[in-house]
């Protein structure tokens, strides 16, 4: 039990390092002009990213949005019994984070795996990714 306590304490805090510095060193966001950014943000509107706060590869995702100046809702997992939590099992299938939810009319679309999101994402709205 104290094992336990001791690995989530050490988790929690190298996660908490992780973020900040990640914080500190952000990447520079992507400049669109207004007409553009407004397309951005109408898109993203049916998108949100269920993600720890801490978690190493939330945070890979979390970088990639800022740089691709995305406006996704970020909702905390983390949660035992929270309400994200509980939808990300209930309807994503699985407790699995980043999770990216789209949602197309009648349709959503769970996205697991940091790096499946940041390749979607890059398709969607990096210009950059478009061009080649």
Same mark, same amino acid.
Request: hydrophobic content about 40%; overall charge positive.
């Given at each position: 039990?104290?094992?336990?306590?001791?690995?989530? =304490?050490?988790?929690?805090?190298?996660?908490?390092?992780?973020?900040?510095?990640?914080?500190? #060193? +952000?990447? +520079?966001?992507?400049?669109?002009?207004?007409?553009?950014?407004?397309?951005?943000?109408?898109?993203?509107? &049916?998108?949100?990213?269920?993600?720890?706060?801490?978690?190493?590869?939330? =945070?890979? #995702?979390? +970088?990639?949005?800022?740089?691709?100046? =995305?406006?996704?809702?970020?909702?905390?997992?983390?949660?035992?019994?929270?309400?994200?939590?509980?939808?990300?099992?209930?309807?994503?299938?699985?407790?699995?984070?980043?999770?990216?939810?789209?949602?197309?009319?009648?349709? #959503? #679309?769970?996205?697991?795996?940091?790096?499946?999101?940041?390749?979607?994402?890059?398709?969607?709205?990096?210009?950059?990714?478009?061009? &080649?």
């Amino acid at each position: 039990m104290l094992k336990a306590v001791l690995l989530k =304490i050490f988790r929690e805090g190298v996660g908490g390092l992780m973020a900040f510095i990640s914080f500190l #060193t +952000r990447p +520079r966001k992507i400049k669109r002009s207004h007409d553009e950014q407004l397309a951005v943000i109408r898109k993203a509107e &049916s998108m949100s990213v269920y993600q720890y706060f801490a978690c190493p590869f939330c =945070i890979k #995702t979390r +970088r990639a949005i800022h740089r691709l100046n =995305i406006p996704i809702e970020y909702r905390d997992a983390q949660v035992r019994g929270g309400d994200h939590r509980n939808t990300l099992e209930l309807q994503g299938g699985q407790i699995k984070v980043p999770c990216l939810r789209i949602d197309d009319g009648e349709q #959503t #679309t769970w996205m697991y795996e940091s790096n499946d999101i940041i390749a979607y994402l890059n398709q969607q709205f990096d210009p950059s990714a478009k061009a &080649s």
